[in-house]
């Protein structure tokens, strides 16, 4: 026999109640390395988790709206990683679109190059686009968000974790004033 509406919504309310256990519902849309075009890395140094910080990070380069055209800014920023700046693959772990998805960097359990003298304890996550003067749309903000509640959920970061701003722990103006802003009043930050 077919479901009531009120079973099928009891139903619904008990596998959301699964998913957010197991941690499937908090995580966005990852673009693995090889949805990217990411190059292999020169080697990796294993990362201990679950590391205490997030680091929020912006990549000052042009936005990004789609899978696309945010592959192409991600390769764009390997290349100049590991071609100018001499490191063994793209500096952070993850990077966030504005087309609302996350690329993967250096991922979850390899240590980044992201923020002198942190990078042993932190998840460093970066915009793409310069944030100074606008804000990255919701798309990228919920994209993030939901990336530390990921983060938290599979064990990388640990659940007492403090948030900080690159400015926080390196003298930058990265990520950006008007992206800082924002962060300041997400959970968890800490100057």
């Not at 079973?7 to 998913?19: N, Q, R, V």
């Not at 800014?73 to 966030?96: E, K």
């Not at 749309?137 to 701003?165: D, E, H, M, T, W």
């Amino acid at each position: 026999a077919p479901l009531s509406s009120q079973e099928a919504a009891g139903i619904s309310l008990w596998l959301l109640g699964l998913g957010a256990a197991t941690g499937a519902l908090c995580c966005p849309r990852i673009v693995s390395r090889s949805q990217w075009g990411a190059r292999a890395p020169k080697n990796r140094v294993r990362l201990r988790t679950p590391v205490p910080f997030v680091i929020i990070h912006h990549t000052e380069g042009n936005p990004c709206t789609s899978q696309a055209s945010c592959s192409r800014q991600v390769r764009g920023i390997q290349n100049y990683h590991m071609n100018s700046n001499g490191w063994s693959d793209i500096g952070y772990n993850f990077l966030i679109g504005e087309d609302g998805n996350v690329y993967e960097g250096r991922g979850w359990s390899t240590m980044g190059a992201h923020a002198k003298n942190w990078n042993h304890k932190s998840l460093g996550f970066s915009f793409l686009g310069s944030f100074s003067s606008r804000v990255p749309n919701n798309a990228a903000l919920n994209a993030a968000k939901s990336l530390i509640q990921c983060a938290v959920s599979k064990g990388f970061l640990s659940r007492s974790y403090f948030l900080k701003g690159h400015r926080n722990v390196n003298p930058t103006d990265c990520p950006g004033n008007a992206l800082y802003k924002v962060i300041r009043q997400w959970p968890r930050f800490k100057a």
